[in-house]
């Protein structure tokens, strides 16, 4: 079994920034894609980011891309997604995923292709 925690979420003024943290435990997901969902009231889970289990190749939403980074630190069982510029509109509970399934696809920018999810974190964006 894996556990996710994710931290960092937060108030934040529009054209701010956030960094999240997905801190693993119980095993190691080094070898794991990794993906970040959010979900704000009333909507669907939106896909926001993947990760590959190297780092070395990325998935974004249209929504957050060029806003957003994606990073991983496999010593620390730790993902990271870097905001910047944020807007309103990103404000949701932002997910964390861990997907055991092998390879490298679009499955990973779906809710479906993941195994293991955290609790979240509420990022609030004022205007």
């Known amino acids: 079994q894996v556990q996710l925690v994710e931290s960092g979420g937060g108030l934040v003024q529009a054209g701010g920034s956030l960094r999240l943290s997905c801190a693993a435990s119980?095993?190691?997901?080094?070898?794991?894609?990794m993906g970040w969902f959010r979900q704000a009231p009333g909507k669907e889970r939106e896909f926001v980011a993947a990760i590959s289990w190297t780092g070395g190749v990325t998935y974004y939403g249209d929504s957050v891309k060029g806003r957003f980074t994606i990073s991983r630190d496999n010593a620390k069982n730790t993902v990271y997604v870097q905001m910047n510029s944020l807007k309103p509109e990103d404000t949701a509970v932002y997910y964390c995923?861990?997907?055991?399934?092998?390879?490298?696809?679009?499955?990973?920018?779906?809710?479906?292709?993941?195994?293991?999810w955290g609790q979240g974190t509420q990022v609030t964006v004022s205007s």
């Open positions: 119980g095993r190691t997901v080094s070898t794991y894609a």
């Open positions: 995923a861990a997907s055991t399934r092998r390879g490298w696809g679009t499955h990973l920018k779906a809710s479906s292709g993941y195994d293991y």
